[in-house]
């Protein structure tokens, strides 16, 4: 597609606010998505570092268990806060430090066996 140049420029302001406005509209629809709390993060959180502590984590995995615990932590500060951005992070990091704390739990658990 060929585009007119000289139409452009005689547009001038018209394409300029247009797509400033354009800019705007995606500002907001963005912004939306990041202000919203972490809800399902915290939930998977909590729930992993529950399985962990199950599969006796604490004895087997204590460092990586308080990890994800001090993750969990920080993100519930940062959600009281409104910093929903930084504790979806942190709830994520505890949820995976959590799955790590489990999978080596179960890794001792069958070595014992």
């Not at 140049?5 to 629809?29: E, P, S, T």
Request: proline letters at 3%; one cysteine or more; a neutral charge.
């Amino acid at each position: 597609m060929k585009v007119d140049w000289l139409l452009l420029q005689r547009a001038g302001g018209r394409v300029d606010r247009g797509l400033r406005f354009c800019l705007a509209i995606a500002a907001v629809v963005v912004g939306g998505c990041v202000t919203a709390p972490p809800v399902q993060e915290m939930s998977d959180a909590r729930q992993a570092i529950t399985a962990a502590e199950e599969a006796d984590a604490q004895r087997l995995a204590a460092g990586v268990l308080d990890d994800a615990r001090r993750f969990l932590e920080e993100a519930e500060q940062q959600i009281q806060q409104q910093a929903y951005g930084p504790a979806r992070l942190n709830a994520v990091r505890a949820k995976n430090r959590a799955a790590s704390a489990l999978r080596s739990a179960q890794s001792n658990n069958d070595a014992r066996d």
